[in-house]
């Protein structure tokens, strides 16, 4: 029986989102997509969105610092086909000064920001190969820098990204895909919108655009396996960097 072709992407939650644009821009090329996240009803909004476009797309609420979620979760979309996409998207700034911080706060800001992407990135690279395909970490500026303030949400990126890159020398040769994305700058989505509504109106067309983000996701996985990159990054033409 042939498989369907699939991807999965985790850290799923606005439809007006990074994640739901991944998942979007993948189910517009023909995959079925596996959006995941902890909350079902937002879930089902960025499923309804693929389905409206015309096309597939399952819900799985699935908390990405659990090792039995991610592996159920990974159990459900290789039972349709082994994906050929897969994206880790999880982990939203933690800001604070780490002079100030309380332990259990930097330690849910490495679970979900780096933690979770050794479960998932893992699992993918176990269902993944031998056959290959394209794992994607989402990063940010914080990935590349510390700052004051950021300290907790700089450890989870900056560890993510060595994590990826660690990732990529291991598996790549026999095939797999690992990239990381830098979002260097503030996304033109409902994360700021709503988190930080003044600064996101000032930022106006400073902030990235989503669909743009998107493409580049879909570029890196298009990439023939003599000239792959590692590392992309995207800010808007406006961003000071
Ligand atoms: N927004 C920005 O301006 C910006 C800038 C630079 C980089 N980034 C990066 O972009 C990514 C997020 O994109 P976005 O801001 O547009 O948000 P998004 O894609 O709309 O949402 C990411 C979703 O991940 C889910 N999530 C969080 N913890 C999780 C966990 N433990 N297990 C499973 N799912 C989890 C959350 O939904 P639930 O709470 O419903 O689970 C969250 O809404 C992050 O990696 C972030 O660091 C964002």
Request: charged share 20%; proline share 3%.
């Amino acid at each position: 029986m042939s498989k369907q072709r699939t991807a999965v992407v985790i850290g799923v939650g606005a439809v007006n989102g990074l994640g739901a644009a991944v998942a979007q821009r993948a189910a517009r090329e023909g995959l079925h997509v596996t959006v995941a996240g902890r909350t079902a009803s937002r879930l089902a909004a960025v499923v309804e969105s693929i389905e409206r476009a015309g096309g597939s797309a399952e819900a799985v609420v699935t908390d990405v610092t659990r090792e039995d979620a991610v592996q159920a979760l990974f159990d459900q979309v290789t039972a349709r086909g082994t994906p050929e996409l897969a994206v880790y998207n999880a982990g939203n700034n933690t800001p604070g000064r780490l002079t100030e911080m309380e332990a259990d706060y930097f330690e849910a800001a490495w679970r979900t920001g780096c933690f979770g992407g050794f479960l998932f990135g893992r699992e993918a690279a176990r269902r993944m190969l031998p056959g290959g395909g394209t794992l994607i970490f989402t990063g940010a500026s914080a990935s590349l820098r510390g700052r004051a303030g950021f300290g907790a949400f700089n450890a989870a990126k900056g560890g993510l990204r060595l994590l990826a890159q660690a990732l990529a020398k291991e598996c790549g040769p026999d095939g797999l895909h690992v990239a990381h994305v830098v979002v260097d700058g503030g996304i033109d989505g409902e994360t700021l919108r709503k988190r930080f509504p003044s600064f996101a109106e000032e930022a106006g067309e400073r902030l990235i655009d989503l669909n743009g983000l998107a493409d580049a996701y879909w570029f890196l996985h298009q990439q023939p396996a003599r000239a792959w990159s590692f590392e992309l990054d995207l800010r808007s033409k406006s961003e000071p960097w």
